[in-house]
Nanobody
Framework: QVRLVESGGGLVQPGGSLRLACAAS????????MRWYRQAPGKEREWVAT????????NYADSVKGRFTISRDNAKNTVYLQMNSLKAEDTAKYYC???????????WGQGTQVTVSS
């Protein structure tokens, strides 16, 4: 069992930045690939970014490539999402997701709201 707790959301103006954090507890953090997803009102949840167990490989949705950076600190059991040049269309609830590298067991956090508005 893995517990994921997101933080760092809030209200930011277009062009601004936020850094989300997801703290994991429970099983061995380095056994899990980590992802960020987001869900805007009335829309389906969409994948944003992935980072592998070691942090050596990352992937991004085209909509955030070049603006968002996913990273992890395995010593702190935490994954981050640095979001720069935010746009109104980035407004959504952002969710942290963990997937075990072998069993594919997966877990979701409760989400943190990001609102981009002037």
């Amino acid at each position: 069992q893995v517990r994921l707790v997101e933080s760092g959301g809030g209200l930011v103006q277009p062009g601004g930045s936020l850094r989300l954090a997801c703290a994991a507890s429970g099983n061995t953090f380095t056994d899990y690939h980590m992802r960020w997803y987001r869900q805007a009102p009335g829309k389906e949840r969409e994948w944003v970014a992935t980072i592998t167990r070691s942090g050596g490989d990352t992937n991004y949705a085209d909509s955030v490539k070049g603006r968002f950076t996913i990273s992890r600190d395995n010593a702190k059991n935490t994954v981050y999402l640095q979001m720069n040049s935010l746009k109104a269309e980035d407004t959504a609830k952002y969710y942290c997701y963990a997937q075990h590298y072998w069993t594919n067991a997966n877990y979701w956090g409760q989400g943190t709201q990001v609102t981009v508005s002037s």
